[in-house]
């Protein structure tokens, strides 16, 4: 099935500075990628995502970019704020035969400090 | 708000119990999808529905059941319950790819 690989668990930056999260996922035929921001007991909160025809795509500080040849896509988040720390999943899937399944990385906690 | 609706919001029940965890997905949404979240264990895919059919399984124990009805909402049932099975337990819905999660539901085996 499919695996979906996340770094760094933990990232800690300065407050104004770019965050960068990284996933790989194992099975070429996944074609969709969304990215996914929870806060602390809250419900993950769809925050971008990208299609296997696409290579990246921006919504204001937020873009991600995906490498379909090397099976690898990222987040990247310039001038980070305080409100931005969070626990970000990535995630890949893939339609299969009826049925749908989003495979989650296993989480970066990001921190923005002041 | 994401539009999916989940209850209880709390459950504190004892080893062995049974517990139904609700959820509502969004208006016009024919698939749910239901999650668990372990500290250890990040976000776990147990089940899809659509329409009323069970489409796609995860990693969802034989003592776990789900169900979705005419109405569309759906319905997890976790039987014989396990301290380990302490969890929060989210339920998305969705349409085509998108999947937009509910508030989820805090389980607390004792």
């Known amino acids: 099935g499919e695996n979906v690989e996340q770094h760094p668990s933990t990232l800690s930056v300065q407050e104004g500075d770019s965050a960068v999260i990284k996933c790989t996922y194992s099975?070429?035929?996944?074609?969709?990628f969304p990215w996914y921001k929870q806060e602390l007991g809250k419900r993950p909160q769809l925050i971008i995502d990208?299609?296997?025809?696409?290579g990246e795509k921006k919504d204001q500080r937020i873009a991600v970019t995906l490498n379909k040849t090397a099976k690898h896509f990222s987040l990247h988040i310039t001038e980070t704020q305080p409100e931005d720390s969070a626990v970000y999943f990535c995630a890949a899937f893939r339609y299969r035969g009826g049925g749908n399944k989003l495979t989650f990385g296993t989480g970066t906690q990001l921190k923005v400090e002041l | 708000d994401s539009g999916v609706t989940q209850t209880p919001k709390h459950l504190i029940t004892a080893t062995g119990q049974r517990v139904t965890l609700r959820c509502s997905p969004r208006s016009g949404d024919l698939s749910v999808y239901w999650y668990q979240q372990s500290l250890d264990q990040g976000l776990q895919f147990l089940i899809q529905y659509y329409n009323g059919e069970e489409r796609a399984k995860g990693n969802i124990l034989e003592r776990f059941s789900a169900q979705q009805f005419p109405d569309l909402h759906s319905e997890l049932n976790l039987s014989s319950l396990e301290l380990g099975d302490s969890a929060l337990y989210f339920c998305?819905?969705?349409?085509?790819?998108?999947?937009?999660f509910g508030p989820g539901t805090r389980l607390t085996v004792l």
């Open positions: 990208i299609r296997s025809n696409v």
């Open positions: 998305a819905s969705g349409y085509t790819n998108e999947q937009f």
């Open positions: 099975d070429s035929a996944s074609n969709y």
